[in-house]
């Protein structure tokens, strides 16, 4: 055995569209470390360490077993000096000192609770850091900070929205979107994507792609769904991004940016009477309905293949694809189309096995890219 998973580690590929990732990580003692390094890194904007320890985790979370020594690590993509250097302090004393460090640091701390509202990202948290400002009630106390509607949204639901969503509320929250878009048109098309795709059992919202085979309909769709979630008097937060997709654009290969498709990013009022087996949460403080972030998207069904693929993630994943055509195939992709740079002409996908094809990739299933 050891020497057959030996081979397999000599094998594994720098791009996390060539790996199969499961749910399964048997390297979690390192990918909790990296993560709070890539964090540190985001909070400082310094994008290149940020994303090299991102990789680093990613490439970890692939193995079918733990890195056990020092030696195994030779074989690997994606581990610089810095990160070898930190997988083999935890070798040798169960944690990573740099990381014990930041834990505790006043700054990292800081900025972890900020960014854990809705609607506060690391530029903002440093505003409000350098304003010597250290919890939530110096910010709620603070009259010269002017909070914009999504992070008014973010106080207001905090303790539900950052408590995660389980399966079965993912599953309610299916019927509930997939009603409101069949009284639209009995045509409606509902998918789930995100982390619930891919198999996770948790996850910090409930993602889905909504659209209608007849092109160009689905631009009043999402307003309609939204008007439909208000009515029933469940639509606790919206934000609703109109389209701006323009067919004859060449993908970006930036993964940050947003998509251009017609969008919302809600907080939906959940029952718990719609919930199989109970909300225990929720009952916990006798409300019996908790907030949960919702993503809707919708993408002309014609561009539905890149949509899907590209919501589906992981983040990851999806920069790993992004950075794979480009750097392998000559081609751009994004959420919305696949361009061949050699050949001058888009390359159209019914599925997302089309467009792994198209990159010379073997298929990955949904639940083989959690990377
Ligand atoms: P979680 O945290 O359990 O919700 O995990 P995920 O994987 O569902 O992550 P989420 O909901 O943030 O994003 C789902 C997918 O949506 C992600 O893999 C790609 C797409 N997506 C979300 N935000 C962005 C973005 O800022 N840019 C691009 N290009 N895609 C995004
Ligand atoms: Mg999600």
Redesign the pocket.
Known sequence: AEGSTHTLMATVSQYACQRRTTTENNNKIFTDAFEVLAESYEFNEIEGRCLAFRRAASMLKSLPRAVRCLGEMQDLPCLGEHTKAVMEEILQCGCSFEVKKLLSDERYQTFKLFTSVFGVGPKTADKWHRRGLRSFSDILADRSIHLNRMQQSGFLHYGDISRAVSKAEARSLRNIIDGAARAITPAAILAL????S?G?E????V?FIVTTPELGREESLLPEVIDGLKKQGILLYCDYHASTFDVAKLPIRR?????HFAKCFLILRLEGSRVEGGLNSAEGDGRGWRAVRV?LVSPPMDHYAFALL??????Q??RDLRRFAGAKRGMLL??HALYDKTKNEFLAAETEKDIFAHLGLEYIEPWQRNA
Not at 202 to 205: E, M, Q, S, T, V
Not at 255 to 259: N, S
């Open positions: 994507t995100g982390g619930f891919r996770k948790f996850g910090h919202d993602d993964f940050e940016a947003m998509d993503d590209g919501w589906t993630g992981s983040r994943f999806e994004d959420n």
